[in-house]
């Protein structure tokens, strides 16, 4: 099992251009998220999906949106990029109920210049 | 919403010293508590879990006490050694599935054994 991956590990825009993350897992599992993570602010969950199909908004969603059709794949999108999202992006999945092990990808830093 | 408040946020102990990190959250509905621990460079990775229905759980030098009168969690290292220095972060859950899926996380403790 490769886990959950992401691609790429570096990106760097320019404000205003879009671009997506994406992410995968080979697990399995009905549950996917993304997170930020930011200096001394933890992680922030973005958006999140409890199934193919089903998408819902987390604490930060403002400026990406996201979808999910397949199992195995939940790509995020920056629609038009700006500094604010200067970031670390994880995601991350876990099977059924919340009292499963929560699983990260590698992580992609993105600078937005 | 659910609000997890971590302290401390940065903790530097000595090798073999003990190191305790707490957290409090603010939904009463939170029943599931996990800890995760960054490497530099890393993913977050599970180290411990507790349900509100036990009070402590123990994995080698690694312990978690939940009070849930009081609304906080504490983690717990023993005989801390170099490769326990890393970012900790505490989360808080209503368990389950579908919408009650999220979990929240607090802000991070940077623990540092010194040699």
């Known amino acids: 099992n490769a886990g959950v991956t992401q691609t790429p590990k570096f990106q760097v825009l320019k404000t205003g251009q879009s671009m997506t993350l994406q992410c995968a897992q080979d697990?399995?599992?009905?549950?996917m998220s993304w997170y930020r993570q930011d200096p001394g602010m933890g992680l922030r969950l973005i958006h999140y999906?409890?199934?193919?199909?089903?998408?819902d908004q987390g604490e930060v969603p403002n400026g990406y949106n996201v979808s999910r059709s397949t199992t195995e794949d939940f790509p995020l999108r920056l629609l038009s990029a700006a500094p604010s999202q200067t970031s670390v992006y994880f995601c991350?999945?876990?099977?059924?109920?919340?009292?499963?092990?929560?699983?990260f990808g590698p992580g992609t830093r993105l600078t937005v210049l | 919403g659910e609000n997890v408040e971590q302290h401390p946020s940065t903790l530097s102990v000595q090798e073999g010293d003990s190191a305790v990190i707490k957290c409090t959250y603010s939904?009463?509905?939170?029943?599931?508590f996990p800890w995760y621990k960054q490497e530099l460079g890393k993913r977050p990775q599970l180290i411990i879990d507790?349900?509100?229905?036990?009070g402590e759980k123990k994995d080698q030098r690694i312990a978690v006490t939940l009070n849930k009168t009081a609304k906080h969690f504490s983690l717990h290292i023993t005989e801390t050694q170099p490769e326990d220095s890393a970012v900790y972060f505490c989360?808080?859950?209503?368990?389950?599935?579908?919408?009650?899926?999220?979990?929240?996380f607090g802000k991070g403790t940077l623990l540092t054994v010194n040699p």
């Open positions: 989360a808080a859950s209503p368990g389950g599935g579908g919408s009650n899926y999220k979990l929240t």
């Open positions: 507790i349900r509100s229905n036990v």
């Open positions: 999906s409890v199934g193919a199909g089903i998408t």
């Open positions: 991350a999945s876990r099977k059924g109920t919340a009292y499963n092990e929560q699983f």
């Open positions: 939904d009463s509905a939170s029943n599931y």
């Open positions: 697990m399995n599992h009905e549950y």
